[in-house]
């Protein structure tokens, strides 16, 4: 399970060092990387990614909208990076952009997946979970 909070910093050109704790819980040196919600980029194992989207695509295609909308959101953006062997990986820029990535990030376990976030508006977010 992904559990906890870390303040990475991205090294160089959108280069990240995946927190030894959240290493530790994925199999394999591939990670899924696609665009979340709340403005955040959602990270899960390649094993993990096939498990959820599986349960997506089991939703019925042509009298689903919800279905249709979020496997369009979820897949067309989605992303296969490679783990090298101290954990880095690169966040590709169409999904910098889109969590609007600066220096200071902030990665959350969410349970079965990670999340990278913008560290100032993790902040605000969670600010209001309380």
Known sequence: ???GTYEPNLIGKNRIALPSRLR????GDRLVLTVGFEE???GFAEKKWEEVT?????RPLFS?????DLR???????VVVELDSQGRFVIPESLTDEGELKEKITIIGAGDHFEIWEA???????AELK
């Open 1 to 3: 399970m992904l559990l």
């Open 24 to 27: 530790k819980e994925i199999s």
């Open 40 to 42: 955040c980029i959602f």
């Open 54 to 58: 599986a349960q997506d695509l089991a």
């Open 64 to 68: 689903d909208q919800i279905g249709r």
């Open 72 to 78: 369009r959101k979820m897949c067309a953006r989605a």
């Open 120 to 126: 100032k508006k993790w902040e605000e977010y969670s």
